[in-house]
Structures are given as C-alpha cells and as structure tokens.
T-cell receptor, first 114, second 114 residues
Framework: EADIYQTPRYLVIGTGKKITLECSQT?????MYWYQQDPGMELHLIHY???????EKGDLSSESTVSRIRTEHFPLTLESARPSHTSQYLC?????????????FGPGTRLTVT | AQKITQTQPGMFVQEKEAVTLDCTYD???????LFWYKQPSSGEMIFLIY??????QNATEGRYSLNFQKARKSANLVISASQLGDSAMYFC???????????FGKGMKLTVNP
C-alpha cells in the first residue's frame, strides 16, 4: 500500500494570501509529482522532481513553486493566492514495479481562493 | 504529441454486469505505457492496471482487464461483475518511455446501479 500524505485536505483562503500545500511520502521514492485538476477535468502535471534538490516544471504553466530538500517531502507554495488557483492539487510519487514506474497518489488538497 | 481521448462522459451499468470504458490514444513513440486510474468522490487516484506497448498479452488485474488493440490505438478497460463501489471517475493515461509526463484523458463517470 502507498503511504503518501497531503495536508490540508481542504483549504479556503482569501486572495493574496501565501499558502503551502504539504506532501510527504514514507516509501523512499525518488520521483515525486504535483498535478492540478479542475472539477470534472483531467489532471495536468505542474511540477516534478527526480530527487533531492531537483525540481522541474510540468506541462501546465503554474504560478506555484516547489522545493525538494528531503526525499520524503515535496511542498508546493503559492506566494499570492488568486481565485484562478482554485482547484484540486494531487501529489504523487513513483517506484519501478512490473516493468514501469507506477505512480502512487495522495488524497489531494481541494483549494478554494475567495 | 501525446493525446488521450475518452469520449464517454458517463455510463450507467447494473450491478454484477460487465462494462467497457473506452480509451484511444495517439503517440509517435513506439515505446509507451498505458494506465487506468479510478478516482472516487473522495478525490484520490487509485491505480488499476497497466499495459506496456510491447506486451503481447492483454493485462489483467482481478476484475479489471485491458483490451489493448495496438493497431487501432485503443486501450479499453473492462470491468467484470460491477460492484456498487466501482462508481467513480475513471481516467486513462499514457506515458512515453523516457518521459516523466503522465498524460491523462478527461475521464468518464461510471455509475453502478443496484
């Protein structure tokens, strides 16, 4: 079973606030990812990391930033939240299993910016 | 460019019946992997099944099987003996080998009726 955690699960916050979405995994996986998903829509990769001190931008442009100081921790930060940031944010990590890198997802954070 | 198409916005099936969820894909890379994920209303993404482009046999995982037709570029998910707990969003995804990017389709909503 995957052990990947996200906090908070739900967040309602005002415009202009700085927020950090937490993601932790206890599996020792090197690769971690952040996806953004609008309601009823597909997931879009916004950030990923190959390991400590490695971060890359994904396909979907995002105003968020990430850091990877420890293997198990991959937080996402929005310096100034806006209503357009309202979405679900899903964190994932991956391990090689059965000839592919299988991605394990956290429960997600539903962000609402008012 | 990679692309995943799921054209069924929603489907209804009776409990204990089988159901097929459609997925077509487009890629110019000869080596790739196809994934199906389930997303219940709680929001987490649950990995169901994986098919490699060079796999000779269709993948199976319990009640899930993948009907892989490479020439038609389709990777339909078959759920046998539907259960009420199968009601969820289902996403087809693809990753080209050597890429970190998991590209998702728009998903489709399955409702299992008692």
């Amino acid at each position: 079973e995957a052990d990947i955690y996200q906090t908070p699960r739900y967040l309602v916050i005002g415009t202009g606030k700085k927020i950090t979405l937490e993601c932790s995994q206890t599996m020792g996986h090197d690769k971690m990812y952040w996806y953004q998903q609008d309601p009823g829509m597909e997931l879009h990769l916004i950030h990923y990391s190959y390991g400590v001190n490695s971060t890359e931008k994904g396909d979907l442009s995002s105003e968020s930033t990430v850091s990877r100081i420890r293997t198990e921790h991959f937080p996402l930060t929005l310096e100034s939240a806006r209503p357009s940031h309202t979405s679900q944010y899903l964190c994932a990590s991956s391990a090689f299993r059965d000839a592919t890198y299988e991605q394990y997802f956290g429960p997600g954070t539903r962000l609402t910016v008012t | 460019a990679q692309k995943i198409t799921q054209t069924q916005p929603g489907m209804f099936v009776q409990e204990k019946e089988a159901v097929t969820l459609d997925c077509t894909y487009d890629t110019s890379d000869p080596s790739y992997g196809l994934f199906w994920y389930k997303q219940p209303s709680s929001g987490e993404m649950i990995f169901l099944i994986y098919q490699g482009s060079y796999d000779q046999q269709n993948a199976t995982e319990g009640r899930y099987s993948l009907n892989f037709q490479k020439a038609r570029k389709s990777a339909n998910l078959v759920i046998s003996a539907s259960q009420l707990g199968d009601s969820a969003m289902y996403f087809c995804a693809m990753r080209e080998d050597g890429s970190e990017k998991l590209v998702f389709g728009k998903g489709m909503k399955l409702t299992v009726n008692p």
